[in-house]
């Protein structure tokens, strides 16, 4: 099966330049929805699921292969190439900023830009670096998820959105966890908050969009500090927003920010 099948793949515009825009942990495709239509005219927009999750084919998730983000930077870079893509700009929200970088640092003849949407290279506190997080503290959340998916999910989807004026984004949000297979969810949240790819960050060569909200519960400000000092070409922009969720909660602001980023000269 082609992954452009089997990973649920979307592609709208009339624009001839390529953009993909990849989903976080516990989402869907469909939570770009209220970006895509700033990209409509000047752009083709990609979107699909991720293994695991959505309209993707459940089955294909292995646990072994998927026990790191490299094999979901392999399905990107496959459908890349399965659309016949080139110079393509990767959007990528909370853990597949990781994976958009990946995929750039692997293959920089298919990916020009990136643009990470409240990214963390690592969530783990350590020495200087602040990631939000002790590890003991991490190993007590994924503990929770392990015991309780459902009830987590039920108390922290919400807060991960960080809208409280905007309540059904948090509803929606809490949806598509619970929606998720749970031993698919379970595995993924050790992929995604025990990673550490700060070493591979300060790699990317290409030109990246780093945004952030003033007030994400699962993001210090100091992470897109780090990013800046130690990335070959990153530029950071703090979104007037709340929560980890920006292209939800504030999709206006977000798709602004990208495109400004996207039209700006290229340096000298």
Known sequence: MRFVERNAVSVSGRGAVPIVFLHGYGCDSGMWRAVLPAFQDDFKAITYDLTGYGRSHTADYDPERYASLEAHADDLIA???????????AVGHSVSAMTVGLAAKRRPDLISRLVMVCPSPSYVDD??????????DLHSLLDIVDSNYLGWSRQMAPQFMGAPSQPKLGEELVDSFCRTDPDIARHFAKVTFLHDHRAEVKDIKQPTL???????????PQVGDWM??????????VLEATGH????????????AILTFLHAPAAA
Not at 79 to 89: G, N, S
Not at 127 to 136: A, C
Not at 210 to 220: A, E, F, K, S, T
């Open 79 to 89: 459908i890349i190439e399965e659309l016949d893509l080139r110079d393509v700009i």
């Open 127 to 136: 020495g200087d670096y602040v990631g939000g997080f002790l590890q003991e």
């Open 210 to 220: 780093i945004l952030q909200c003033h007030d994400d519960v699962l993001v210090p």
């Open 245 to 256: 969720c920006p292209h939800m909660s504030a999709p206006n602001r977000t798709s602004d």
């Open 228 to 237: 800046v000092a130690n990335m070959h070409d990153a530029t950071l922009t």
